[in-house]
């Protein structure tokens, strides 16, 4: 559990010092506070719990916002998307089964429709840390197939708009989905995988108001809003191809292994060419080498733990950012993992030659096998 809590932090913490890193970067003066309300059904995929899932959930966010007004890599290559930080608190289901599941998690909000639009359509991809559930437990808790640790990784995607009611004023809508998964870290874990409605209210300021006029009764103010300007044409890539060298670790529990602190280590070396359309689209193509010890009960030859595959996949990078969707099969026998794995990860690149990036490898479609933390270098690039 320990080192669960610790990946865990570890992750939300490099969220926070990027969020923090990129709101030095951009001085923006422009900040928005939202809340919202939310509420759906969900989509479970376990065995245990379709009775105390039947109520489906609510939940309150609140979120703290900066809206960049300079013109540099970030606001270019983003459409000047907003960025910060949010808490999330849920109500799932039972407590005495799920918890009372709470999130922090950094966030980037896209805007899809031409800045003056009175409605604009937006998309928010949010990642983090859940805490407060109560895990799988064997003898007090032995329903929750869906997870086995009080941490898990939060991910919520968010399309939805935004009318502007006046001058600070935003009515807020949408349709997301949150998931709740550590991975395999701990079993068991199904998985909480939420997907409804939300709606609220966002407050636009500038912090320059101070400065000129602090006034409760004064006419004379600054804009509370930054009137982002149409989108350029994505920039041309440094490079049009790439060869990226990739390796990662993880650790993983078995099923069987439920409630123990018993885990087993995997391994992932990935060779990828990348093809660069622009600074913000690509395509990938490679190949994988995996390790995973934790078929040693079933293969007691460590060289039958090996398993190649073939990927392709889709990139969508702004700033440093590289949000990756991959497809893969494998070339030698699946060991019970069904031919389809799929990678979907996030990368931070750390120069122009090395990145650092974190992932989570499936199995059976979208079931997951592990969570990968790894390194990459490109030592090819023309």
Same mark, same amino acid.
């Given at each position: 559990?320990? @080192? ?43 065995? &245990? ?13 609140? @979120? ?12 270019? =290559?983003?459409?000047?998307? %907003? ?6 608190? %849920? ?12 999130? /922090? ?32 437990? %064997? ?9 086995? %640790? #009080? ?16 001058? *600070? ?24 995988? /939420? ?29 509370? #809003? ?11 890539? &440094? ?16 099923? *069987? ?16 060419? #990348? ?19 934790? /078929?040693? *009960? ?5 060289? =039958? ?9 889709? &990139? ?7 949000? #990756? ?12 993992? &069904? ?44």
């Amino acid at each position: 559990m320990i @080192r669960s809590m610790t990946r865990s932090f570890l992750l939300f913490f490099m969220i926070v010092l990027t969020v923090f890193s990129v709101v030095r970067a951009q001085e923006g003066r422009f900040k928005s506070i939202s809340i919202k309300g939310y509420s759906g059904a969900h989509l479970y995929s376990g065995q &245990d719990l379709n009775e105390k899932v039947n109520y489906g959930y609510e939940a309150v966010d609140v @979120r703290f916002a900066w809206h960049p007004s300079k013109v540099n890599r970030w606001s270019e =290559d983003t459409g000047f998307a %907003a960025y910060g930080f949010g808490f999330y608190s %849920a109500s799932i289901g039972d407590p005495e089964v799920f918890g009372n599941p709470n999130a /922090l998690y950094g966030f980037v909000n896209f805007f899809l429709s031409k800045p003056y639009r009175r409605n604009v359509l937006e998309i928010s991809p949010a990642l983090g840390l859940t805490y407060n559930l109560n895990p799988f437990n %064997a003898d007090e808790n032995p329903l929750n197939d869906a997870i086995g %640790a #009080r941490f898990a990784v939060f991910f919520n995607l968010n399309f939805g708009g935004a009318y502007k009611l006046n001058r *600070e004023l935003d009515l807020l809508y949408g349709v997301d989905f949150t998931h709740y998964s550590n991975g395999r870290s701990y079993t068991p874990n199904y998985g909480l995988n /939420l997907f409804g409605f939300n709606i609220g209210m966002r407050y636009h300021f500038n912090q320059e108001q101070k400065a000129l006029d602090t006034d409760p009764y004064t006419t004379n103010v600054v804009s509370a #809003r930054y009137l982002r300007p149409k989108r350029p044409p994505s920039a041309e890539a &440094d490079q049009n191809n790439s060869i990226d060298l990739y390796l990662a670790v993880g650790s993983v529990q078995n099923y *069987e292994d439920q409630g123990t602190d018993l885990r087993y280590g995997t391994f992932s070396g990935v060779v990828d060419y #990348r093809k660069y359309f622009n600074q913000m689209h690509g395509l990938t193509v490679g190949m994988d080498l995996f390790y995973d010890n934790s /078929l040693a *009960e079933y293969y007691p030859d460590s060289a =039958d733990r090996y398993l190649v595959g073939v990927h392709a996949g889709y &990139d969508f990078m702004f700033w440093k950012f590289d949000i #990756r969707v991959q497809l893969g099969t494998y070339l030698t026998n699946d060991r019970g993992k &069904d031919m389809l794995f799929i990678r979907p990860a996030l990368q931070y690149e750390i120069s122009k030659n090395f990145f650092a990036q974190v992932g989570l490898k499936t199995r059976n479609g979208p079931g997951a096998d592990w969570i990968e933390f790894g390194v990459g270098w490109k030592p090819f690039k023309w």
